[in-house]
Each structure stands twice: as structure tokens, then as C-alpha cells.
């Protein structure tokens, strides 16, 4: 509405519409709100991070709008340690932990209130409910989340107004970056503890995956049923395929999806979708849903669009089956992060210098990272609340430590021969192949959260002629 006054396609409010719009209104506060799930898993995060800041302030965002074009924004997605702490996925609020004289923190959930209906401000305007929707009142939130709440617009004055040592989450909230009595060591430390709190996954997290998985195989298989509709048109009508999936069960695709078909299969991050899909080729599926919770599955399968892999395809597919399989065998408790990622690369280095594409012995290949023009990335990443989650964690507690029951992680191994590599053969060029699964580390190995959707090629094969349309 503001805008529309700016650009002259209104007249300045006058006092008899002022009048008209403040009366008629019922009460719509409610007072049957019930507390979100992870309310008490919140609150015991919130404990674990305060313990680690003793007698200082923790600010946490959540993050506000972001503009696409002009005077249209991005889709809302709140900072994820904001959503870890809260359980809350509303815009524009702070999360804060005051520190306790006598130990320990309290904690309080920042919010923009309701709009009262005495003023213009809840018909008019950027924030108003009447064109943004209905928020919860104070009341409601604090029932919803089990936090206390305050209006977000008193915060500032209460960061100038009570100094005490405090840390903010930087680069969400422009208001809050400017916190006076901060500095960018500090905070940096913040996000990181953040991080690391996300290492290793509660029993409701767990529940959460296990639904975003699940939804994911439900949507790869919705792909394979509508693949015929793909051929006739592009890889768009998979990234829709897959996306109507995501959105009627979740929120949200957990990142953008690769639909990449054809010589697309060897960019690792393929995501214009909007090449063919034909017949003969290989189509590699890098996609996952994000419940709507924000949990998000990262599986990937390459499948034969055909339905049949060529005899070189299987090749290729075999021996990335086999590399994933050694990684996957590496996965427990008390293993160090990295071993997966060495026990499939050094299956797929064996393969290269074996077929004579890296020159061996393949430990000397391996040593010198040779086979990394051919498998190009890591064999995986934690996954969460992010699709690689837990990034700011320290290397100690992440890349370079061991893993623990609870922790979810990919394994991803890869085989990419660009369509413009003279090193290989001709009809080796233009083929891609990555299988990824999402695992969960348990008390005695692991549980392959994804173990529903085929992996090996027979399966796979079996599996399109089954659903193919």
C-alpha cells in the first residue's frame, strides 16, 4: 500500500477511511496453542550452547527478507542456528540468552507483535498483517515455543542501554550487526559453537530426517513414473516433477535440484535444468525434500533414461557402486570422518589406473590425488538442518574428528568424464555417475537412511521397469 501511495495509484489516507479501517474487527487471539515438538530439545540445546559462553549475552537471529528484484524478495528461510535453538521459522526475531548473576542463562525470543488494530500500521506497509498475513501474538509464541517473548523492536535499546559481554550472529540482521561492544573473533566463535551443536543429532532430528527421506524416494520415484513426460520435453519436467513432491510434503527442496541429463551429468552442480533428456543417455538426480521443519534429505541416483545401461554405462555405474560401497563399510562409531572418504576414492583410483585412464600404481595415483580430475569432489558432508550441515564447526570436532552415533552424513562418491577430456577414450566423454545415500551412524555401524531406493544396477533397472512411464 505504501508502495502504491509512492507510486500515485492512491490517495494519502484520509481521516474517514483511517476510521473505517480501525472498527469491525473480532478477536482472533488463540488460546488453544499448543507447544511445537521440539520445544523441550530446543530448550536443551539453548542450555548446551549458554554453557559453553558463561556470563555472556548470545544474540541469534533469524534473519530477514532478502530482496530478488525491485520490491520482490527471496522466500523467507530463517538462519538455521536460530531454528535449532527455537524450533520458530518466523522472520525479523533475535533469539537472546542473558546471563544469570547466579549462573547459567535466560532466555528470551524477540518478535515483531501483533499489529494492534488502533493504528494504519496493520493495513499498510511492509510488515503489515493484512498483506503479509496473521502473526502469533507475544502470548501465542511464547505458549507455541515455551520461550518468554518481547516486541524485537525494544532489543536495541536494551543491547545499548545494559552492557554485558555479548556475541551476535553476524550477517543476518543489519540491526543487529551493528551491536555495539562485539567484535568479529568473538562472534565468529559463536556461529562456530552453533555449528558444532548440530554434529550429532537428537532422537526428534532423527524422526525428521527419517521424513525427509522418505518423502525424497517417494520423489525420485515420482521422476522415474513421469520420465517418458521428461524425453518429450526437457530436464525442467523433472526439477517440476521432483519439486511438487517436495512442496505437497514438505516445505521446500533442500537445495536446488540437479537434474542433469547427458554430457549435464558431469558438472557437479548442474542446476539450470533445461537441457534434453534422451533416450540412450544417463540421467543423474541430486535432490532432496525439506521437511517442514527444515530437515533435508541429499540422495542421489543415475539412471539410465532408457531404462537399460549401455555395456559402458555399467562400467562406469559398477565401479562408483563399488566405491560407495567401501565407503559405506567405513562408516562407525570411533572411525575418523575422513576414513569413508579415503576407502571410496582409493576404490575408485584402483578402477582408473586399472582401465588405464591414471597412470599407477594406484597408491602412488592416490597419494599424488591423480583421480581427482575424474571424481572431482569430497565423498561427502554431515546433513541436517542444512544440506551441508554443521560448516562452520571446528575441523577438530568435524573434518578431523571421529564419528559419533547420531551423526547423519552423505556418501557420495563420483565418476565424471567431461564431454571435452581428451585423455579418454571417445565414448567414455559425456559420462557421469554419482550415487549418494543418507547415513545414520549407530551404536554398532550404520543405518542407510535411503536403503529404500535401488543402488546397485541391476536393481535400479529393475526398479524403472517397474514405474517407468
Given at each position: 500500500m505504501a508502495e502504491a501511495r509512492k507510486n500515485g495509484l492512491y490517495p494519502e489516507i484520509s481521516e474517514e477511511l483511517s476510521a473505517l479501517m480501525r472498527t469491525g474487527w473480532a478477536d482472533t487471539e488463540r488460546r488453544d496453542v499448543q507447544p511445537v515438538e521440539q520445544a523441550p530439545?530446543?530448550?536443551r540445546r539453548r542450555a548446551a550452547l549458554g554453557a559453553l559462553f558463561p556470563g555472556e549475552r548470545l544474540v541469534v537471529p533469524s534473519?530477514?527478507?532478502?530482496?530478488?528484484?525491485?520490491d520482490s524478495h527471496y522466500p523467507f528461510r530463517p538462519y538455521t542456528g536460530y531454528v535449532h535453538l527455537t524450533g520458530d521459522q518466523s522472520r525479523d526475531c533475535a533469539l537472546v540468552l542473558e546471563p544469570r548473576p547466579e549462573g547459567g542463562h535466560d532466555a528470551y525470543c524477540y518478535r515483531l507483535p501483533r499489529d494492534g488494530r488502533d493504528t494504519d500500521g496493520f493495513w499498510t506497509g511492509m510488515t503489515a498483517e493484512l498483506w503479509t498475513g496473521r502473526r502469533p501474538s507475544l502470548a501465542?509464541?511464547?505458549?507455541?515455543?515455551?520461550?518468554a517473548c518481547r516486541d524485537i523492536r525494544t532489543l536495541p535499546g536494551h543491547l545499548r542501554d545494559t552492557p554485558v559481554p555479548t556475541r551476535v550472529v553476524r550477517g543476518h540482521d543489519v540491526t543487529l550487526d551493528a551491536t555495539p561492544g562485539t567484535d568479529d573473533e568473538r562472534d565468529a566463535e559463536l556461529e562456530e559453537a552453533l555449528s558444532g551443536l548440530r554434529l550429532?543429532?537428537?532422537a526428534w532430528e532423527i524422526g525428521e530426517m527419517r521424513r525427509a527421506v522418505d518423502s525424497t524416494v517417494r520423489g525420485f520415484t515420482d521422476v522415474v513414473r513421469e520420465l517418458s513426460q521428461a524425453v518429450a520435453t526437457s530436464e525442467r519436467w523433472i526439477e517440476g516433477t521432483f519439486f511438487r513432491r517436495a512442496r505437497v510434503e514438505g516445505n521446500d527442496v533442500g537445495y536446488g535440484s540437479i537434474c542433469a541429463a547427458g554430457e549435464h551429468a558431469t558438472i557437479m552442480h548442474w542446476t539450470d535444468n533445461?537441457?534434453?533428456?534422451r533416450p540412450g543417455e544417463l540421467l543423474l538426480l541430486d535432490a532432496g525434500v525439506e521437511t517442514r521443519t527444515l530437515y533435508t534429505a541429499d540422495v542421489t541416483r543415475t539412471l539410465p533414461?532408457?531404462?537399460?545401461?549401455s555395456p559402458l554405462q555399467r562400467k562406469v555405474y559398477d565401479a562408483v557402486y563399488e566405491a560407495q560401497e567401501a565407503g559405506m563399510a567405513a562408516v562407525k562409531p570411533g572411525a575418523r570422518y575422513r576414513d569413508f572418504h579415503e576407502a571410496a576414492q582409493r576404490s575408485m583410483t584402483e578402477r582408473l589406473v586399472a582401465w588405464g585412464l591414471v597412470e599407477g600404481p594406484a597408491e602412488r595415483a592416490y597419494e599424488l590425488g591423480l583421480q581427482r580430475r575424474f571424481t572431482m569432489a569430497g565423498t561427502g558432508h554431515m546433513?541436517?538442518?542444512?544440506?551441508?550441515?554443521?560448516a562452520q564447526a571446528r575441523n577438530e570436532d568435524y573434518v578431523d574428528g571421529v564419528l559419533e552415533p547420531g551423526m547423519v552424513l552423505t556418501v557420495e562418491p563420483g565418476l565424471y568424464f567431461?564431454?571435452?577430456?581428451?585423455t579418454v577414450p571417445e565414448e567414455w566423454r559425456g559420462i557421469g555417475v554419482r550415487i549418494e545415500d543418507d547415513l545414520l551412524v549407530t551404536a554398532d555401524g550404520y543405518e542407510n537412511l535411503s536403503g529404500g531406493l535401488p543402488r546397485s544396477a541391476a536393481e535400479v533397472e529393475s526398479w524403472m521397469r517397474e514405474f517407468a512411464g
Open positions: 530439545y530446543a530448550a534473519g530477514s527478507l532478502r530482496i530478488r528484484s525491485n501465542e509464541s511464547e505458549r507455541e515455543l515455551g520461550l550429532v543429532k537428537d533445461d537441457g534434453p533428456v533414461i532408457s531404462g537399460t545401461f546433513l541436517g538442518l542444512d544440506v551441508h550441515d554443521c567431461q564431454p571435452d577430456d581428451l
